[in-house]
């Protein structure tokens, strides 16, 4: 079935550091993808997304690319800040369908 | 409203009790979603809305859940004879709807604890 993969947290960094956060999936046809990110005590937002294969999505400094030899969308940022502390989502859409599938969030903390 | 607003963000209810839940999504949003997270989880689909008829409701985990929609206004989450696994985030989230890949906005989400 339709599923989606992220790596594991706590993901715990230093200010400055580069960060990656791991994503695949599995879907039947021709998904949409998305990283969703969730700052404490506060709703989901959408960090960025990306449509079809190769393209690039960004926001905020964050970066992930639609790889559908890999079947990933890896989540990227070259310099984290403590504001970036959050739990990460990562998310597909199928497109004649309207349900999200979700991974089961990445928590990212930043010390200063 | 500028965003989607639920309500109550924090209840607590005794095992057994009924409860129900409240969403108002964007005006103007025809497609209405409501997730449970449970805590360190991700976010389990419950039901989808289009419009005020639910076409995917495949994620209710039992018969003592239920949901209802008003034209393409508020919606209603109702959990009957709470257990304790009931306790979790409740999710809500509101799209312009159709097919499209416009992505969700979420509401802040209720947080149900059952004792």
């Given amino acids: 079935g339709d599923s989606v993969t992220q790596m594991e947290g706590p993901v715990t960094l230093s200010e400055e550091a580069f960060l990656t956060i791991n994503c695949t999936y599995t879907a039947t046809g021709y998904p949409s993808l998305f990283w969703y990110v969730q700052y404490p005590g ?10 079809k294969a ?7 400094g964050f970066e992930a690319t639609y790889r559908k030899e890999t079947t990933s969308f890896h989540l990227e940022k070259g310099s984290v800040q403590v504001s970036d502390s959050a739990v990460y989502f990562c998310a597909l859409l199928l497109y004649n369908f309207n349900k999200f599938y979700f991974g089961s969030g990445t928590k990212l903390n930043v010390k200063p | 409203g500028a965003g989607v607003s639920q309500s109550p963000s924090n209840k607590v209810t005794e095992k ?20 449970r997270q449970r805590l360190g989880q991700g976010l389990e689909f419950l039901i989808y809305f289009q419009g005020n008829s639910a076409p995917d409701k495949s994620g209710l985990p039992s018969d003592r859940f239920s949901a209802e929609r008003t034209g393409e206004s508020v919606s ?5 004879r ?18 499209g890949d416009y992505g969700y906005t979420f509401g802040s989400g209720t947080r149900l604890t059952v004792v």
Avoid: M
Wanted: aromatic share 6%; with cysteine.
């Fill in chain 2, 82 to 99: 709470t257990q304790q696994e009931d306790s979790a985030v409740y999710l809500c989230a509101s799209s312009p709807g159709g097919q």
């Fill in chain 1, 42 to 51: 506060e709703g989901l937002q959408l960090l960025l997304k990306a449509t």
């Fill in chain 2, 76 to 80: 209603t989450l109702t959990i009957q």
């Fill in chain 2, 16 to 35: 057994g009790k009924d409860v129900e839940l409240r969403c108002d999504p964007i005006s103007g949003h025809t497609a209405l979603y409501w997730y």
């Fill in chain 1, 54 to 60: 190769d393209d690039k999505g960004s926001n905020k």
